[in-house]
């Protein structure tokens, strides 16, 4: 396959020249990505883009994990090679549809969230969101940095373009001029910015763990709206139980996901031919702001 061997070569041109084989393994939807199985260690997950990507792309991914394990105390895969064609991982374990295993998660999450509150919205630079740069340049509005930074970025992105007709368009900035009137003024903490349940696996000892980050100091329910709008097992009901009281979160918390979402289905639609009906959820969200207030 071509993915294996885009792997493998990869990786035998720099100090990985112990690998045997790559089986790839599926998830994922912006890179390849495989096992390679090693003579001399342990076997590793290795990712990489069919075509080049930009410098830092790894680097960034890289950064992120170590913010999540460092800042918000994040169990996360050890990063072992970071460069502008591989990222290659120590191996994690496959998540266990628990109830026991997701409160955990609520109490990882809760804790990261609660514990890393910052005065800025943003981060010390751009990093990346699937194949896309994520833009963090520092605000102290959180309201005008969602709209601008994850909303309103998306606009002229040649999919969405073909997606979204004139009065969508209208409605996303009508959206995002009432956006201090639909979302509370939330302060800022450090958050994964790309938490879908394909995104939450485990240590060997069970114990939860994250992958593929995109950090960035924003509000909390950035994260809380992407596990929930993504099907997670119906044992991870308790997560949000759990999270709510730890976080003392409103009643109102659900019925915000899907504008909070709106950035993700955005990025989405912006980057694959198939949006996975991203750009009909986009749609039912503006329903109610193409016209006037």
């Known amino acids: 396959m071509r993915s294996t061997t885009v792997l493998l070569e990869g990786l035998l041109r ?44 790894f680097v960034a991914e890289a950064e992120g994990l170590a913010a999540l394990r460092e800042l918000g105390g994040v169990a996360t895969p050890e990063v072992i090679l970071a460069d502008r064609e591989l990222l290659v991982l120590s191996m994690l374990g496959p998540r266990p549809d628990s109830e026991v295993f997701w409160e955990q998660f609520a109490h990882v999450l809760a804790g990261m969230h609660l514990s890393t509150t910052h005065p800025r919205f943003g981060w010390h630079h751009d990093n990346w969101l ?26 002229g992105q040649p999919r969405v373009d073909a997606a979204l007709d004139t009065g969508d ?53 950035v994260d809380l709206a992407h596990v929930w709008s993504t099907s997670p097992p119906p044992e991870a009901r308790r997560m949000f139980e759990v999270y709510a009281d730890l976080t003392s979160l409103d009643s109102g918390w659900q019925a915000r996901m899907p504008i909070v979402q709106l950035r ?19 749609r039912a969200v503006l329903a109610p702001f193409r016209k006037g207030p």
Not at 20 to 45: H, S, Y
Not at 130 to 155: E, K, P
Not at 264 to 282: K, R, Y
């Open 14 to 57: 720099p100090r990985m020249r112990d690998v045997v084989t790559v089986e790839p393994v599926t998830g994922g939807i912006a890179a390849l990505a495989g096992i390679a199985t090693r003579r001399d260690a342990p076997p590793v997950f290795v990712k990489a883009f069919a075509e080049a990507p930009a410098d830092d792309v």
């Open 130 to 155: 699937g194949r896309r740069r994520q833009i963090n340049t520092w605000n102290d509005d959180g309201h005008a940095f969602f709209a601008q930074h994850r909303l309103l970025r998306w606009l």
């Open 169 to 221: 368009r209208a409605a996303l900035e009508r959206l995002c001029d009432r956006l201090p009137e639909l979302l509370p003024d939330r302060p800022a903490c450090l958050t994964h910015g790309d938490l879908w349940a394909q995104n939450i696996l485990a240590t060997t000892d069970g114990r939860p763990a994250l992958i593929d980050p995109a950090v960035s100091y924003m509000w909390a329910e």
């Open 264 to 282: 993700q289905h955005l990025a989405v639609l912006a980057q694959f031919d198939d949006d996975w009906g991203a750009a009909d959820q986009i």
